[in-house]
């Protein structure tokens, strides 16, 4: 079906007359202008003798990967070809600004691509995604780095072949930024970076306004799709091959409430469970100022859900909840983690948490070491707080010295560490289901899959297996990943097979022909 439905879209292309002014309807607008670039293209083809090729960096959250999967859908449809690599003729950075030194890293990037476009004249630089929302950067580009083709934001990236088709007629910059989206389009081309797995927006936006946050200015306010689009797009996923959702907001749990028959998420979840082939589910964010009685009991009956939910607890201080404008307290969130605990034992839960946020003191971060040793988290992602100019947070005085915003990410650490580890064990020697995912990047002969409580297990295996739910019995967890990026640590463990573990497919009772054995992690 997602084939079809990309055949369809491709004949709505090819039946457009380009002698006629162009549609002001989406997505019929944006067909007349793939079929412009097509024309184009094929011209730069027959000059290099060789399809053109295209690199999509992507910076940045699932949001931004999934917006991504469509720019690569609007590109590979005009006749581009994919290079990993920057040296391929039209380099488009996909950006993130949630942190400031993501922007640095874009500029840096951009300094190495001007000797690539000195060597190819033909070569086109574009930018979009969140970072083309502030205005300051937009100016930074056009002043400072002229040899940038096209810039546009979020809230028109499906406007990508009628700003290019700009660019390629007028051989000039353009900049096309638009301050919030007026629509959500649907029914255009997307590239899967998986053909087993797909994410789904289901929503746009957010409405929080955290103190220490960008999104709410790059990604506009909450706007929530028809779910009858939502459930057609699944449907259509399913039939090409998919097996496993992601459903993508800001906030999930604030879904429908802006929608003209409101609906409210545990609904649709309930919708997309019901989808006959679709085998998991996921969801990210969860707010958990939002997140309903009538969503854990959603959860608790469906197994097609999966056992994972990140609930970002941020700080475990009243005081600075209030300060962040989180709209909750220490009390409430503790008593939402433990009822999802009582309600659903098997659910990983996992979180964020900031450390060093403007006035935090001694008793503020004891207060959320305090959360920490009472929810239990099984993985958790660590932030050390800096400065993100354009949010309120950003201009106030008594921030926390480096010194003591060291010590208290280490013993932060140590606690996260030690539940993480104790929490792998309840699986030790136990059966569980795994999607297989990719090939091991570190172990030869080996794949590696995902629980249903998003835990990584790496198992002997074949490519053939990629994209395959499996049952496999006898595991032993084994700490695999400690990271720090941008003051970013996850520290989470995962799982390798044990001697003799025995490897079946989850849909019939018969083995697979082989026995996995014992692998070294390297």
Sequence with gaps: MEKARQEEIDQMIDAIDLSMQEPEVEPYRQYYFIKKCRQMIAQLTDKLGRRPTANVVTFGCQMNSRDSEKLEGILADIGYTFLDSEDADLVLFNTCTVRENANDKLYGRLGQLKRYKEKNPDMLIGICGCMMQEAEEVERIKKSYRYVDIVFGTHNIYKLAEILNERLEGNRQVVDVVEKADEIVEQLPNKRLYSFKSGVNIMFGCNNFCTYCIVPYVRGRERSREPEDIIREIQNLVADGVVEVMLLGQNVNSYGKNLENPISFAQLLEKVVAIDGLKRVRFMTSHPKDLSDDLIRVIK??????????LPLQSGSTAILKKMNRGYTKESYLDLALKIRREIPEMSLTTDIIVGFPGESEEDFEDTLDVVRKVKYDSAFTFIYSKRSGTPAAKWENQVSDEV??????????EVQKDAANSTKKYEKETVDILVENLNDHMDGYVTGRMSNNMVVHIPGQKSLIGK?????????????TWDIWSKVRYSFGFITDDDTIFRDKEGKSRLSFIL???RFL
């Design 301 to 310: 009956e469906n197994q097609k859900i999966c056992r994972h939910l990140h």
């Design 517 to 519: 054995s014992p692998g």
């Design 405 to 414: 915003i060291k010590e208290r990410f280490d013993r932060l650490l140590k």
């Design 469 to 481: 739910i499996v049952l496999l019995c006898s595991m032993r967890p084994r700490d695999f990943t």
